[in-house]
C-alpha cells in the first residue's frame, strides 16, 4: 500500500511503515504515527519520547541501526549495575573489596580460603575497578590474592595497567553466563508453548534467582521484549532459534540408570564439557516403566569411532550407548541444562 504526503511531497509506504510500527529492538520501542508520518522512540514500558524522525521508507534493519546509533550509550549507562554481582553469588564475594581493605596483608590467605580458590568474573571486575584507583596497600593485597588464586596472567595485566581488558573479558564472560543461565528459561518455556512465545512472569517460580538488570539486559540484546508483568522472547530471536535449527548428521542414544551413576553426577559434567565443546543437540527422556533410567538423544556431527565422550567403556561416569532408539520413553519438559545444574555436584563447576 502507498500513501501521498504533500507536505513532504513523498510516496509512504505503508507496508514497510508497518513492519517499523512497535518494533522492539535494545531496550527501545518504535511507534509510526500515520497522520503526521512520524517514527517516535521511547523506552520500552515508557511512552515518554526519546526522539522523533520523520519517516522516510526506512526498513526494519535501517530502524535498529538508528537505535543503536543514537541510543546504545543511553541503554548501556541504564545497564551497568549489572556488573554488581550475579543474583545467585553470595553475599561474601558482592563484598569482596570491603574484606580485602579489613584484612592484613599477612591474613590473605584466609580470603582465598573464603573464596574456595577460585574468582568469578564480577570478582575480576570489582578487585580491577578497585586496583586502577592506585591504592599501594590495596593494590599488594590484590596482587597476592591473584597470584595465590593461580590468576597469574590478571595479576600481570593489573600490573602493566591493563585493568580495563581484564573488565572488558569479565564482562564478556558474563554475558555468556546470562545467555545460558537466564535466557534458557524463556527457551525452554517456549519450546513446550510456541504460542507464548516463552512468556514468564517476573513473579514466577522461573526467574525467582535472576534480578530485573539480567532481563533488561537480555532485552537490550535482543533477546526479550517485555510485557505487562513480565518477559517474552522477540519476534527476531524467535526467528532466529526456528531458522537455526540444525541438521546433524548422527544420532547416538545413550543412557544412564542408577547402577552406573555417579553421586557428583560425572556422567552428566561429561555430558556437559562435550556439548560446550561440540555444536549438537541433546534431549532427555524417562522411561515409562522407570524414572530412574535416562536415556539421552544426542544429535552431533560425530560418528560412533569418532564421538569425543566416555561410552561403553564401564569407567566411573561412563555413559551406556544403546544400538537403536529404545521403546517407551517420553522426553522430559526439563531442558537438558535443567539436569546439569541438578544433577553435576563438583564445586570447581560453582561460580
Not at 12 to 31: F, N, P, Q, W
Not at 271 to 300: G, P, Q, R, W
Request: proline content about 2%; some cysteine.
Amino acid at each position: 500500500m502507498k500513501a501521498y504526503d504533500p507536505e513532504e511531497k513523498f510516496e509512504i509506504d505503508l507496508d514497510l511503515a508497518e513492519k517499523v510500527d512497535y518494533l522492539h529492538y535494545k531496550g527501545i520501542k518504535t511507534r509510526y504515527i500515520n497522520d503526521t508520518n512520524t517514527l517516535i522512540f521511547s523506552k520500552d514500558n515508557d511512552d515518554n519520547d526519546l526522539d522523533t524522525i520523520i519517516y522516510r521508507n526506512y526498513t526494519v534493519d535501517e530502524v535498529k541501526k538508528y537505535i543503536e546509533y543514537n541510543f546504545q550509550k543511553l541503554m548501556y549507562d541504564e545497564l551497568e549495575p549489572i556488573y554488581s554481582g550475579y543474583p545467585t553469588e553470595d553475599n561474601y564475594r558482592k563484598d569482596l573489596v570491603s574484606h580485602i581493605k579489613n584484612t592484613r596483608l599477612g591474613n590473605m590467605k584466609n580470603i582465598s580460603t573464603k573464596l574456595e580458590y577460585a574468582l568469578s568474573p564480577y570478582d575480576l571486575i570489582r578487585l580491577s575497578n578497585e586496583y586502577k584507583k592506585g591504592n599501594k596497600e590495596f593494590n599488594d593485597k590484590v596482587e597476592y590474592l591473584l597470584t595465590d588464586l593461580n590468576f597469574h596472567s590478571e595479576c600481570s595485566d593489573l600490573i602493566r595497567n591493563k585493568a580495563d581488558d581484564i573488565i572488558s573479558n569479565s564482562k564478556l564472560e558474563i554475558r555468556k553466563v546470562l545467555e545460558h543461565y537466564v535466557l534458557d528459561k524463556f527457551i525452554t518455556e517456549y519450546k513446550v508453548n510456541p504460542k507464548h512465545q516463552g512468556y514468564l512472569s517476573s513473579s514466577s517460580k522461573e526467574l525467582e534467582d535472576v534480578s530485573e538488570y539480567d532481563c533488561r539486559y537480555l532485552q537490550y540484546e535482543g533477546y526479550l521484549r517485555p510485557t505487562l508483568n513480565g518477559y517474552e522472547l522477540s519476534d527476531d530471536y524467535i526467528k532466529s532459534l526456528n531458522s537455526n535449527k540444525k541438521k546433524f548428521k548422527y544420532v547416538h542414544w545413550l543412557k544412564i540408570d542408577l547402577s552406573n551413576e555417579t553421586k557428583d553426577g560425572k556422567e552428566w559434567f561429561n555430558l556437559k564439557e562435550y556439548k560446550d565443546k561440540y555444536d549438537c543437540n541433546m534431549t532427555v527422556f524417562y522411561y515409562n516403566h522407570s524414572f530412574i533410567d535416562k536415556a539421552i538423544k544426542l544429535e552431533c556431527n560425530q560418528n560412533y569411532e569418532e564421538l569425543d565422550l566416555d561410552v561403553n567403556s564401564m569407567s566411573d561416569g561412563s555413559l551406556i550407548r544403546l544400538k537403536s532408539k529404545p521403546k517407551n520413553i517420553t522426553a522430559y519438559k526439563n531442558d537438558i541444562e535443567y539436569f546439569f545444574n541438578n544433577k553435576i555436584k563438583q564445586d570447581a563447576l560453582v561460580m
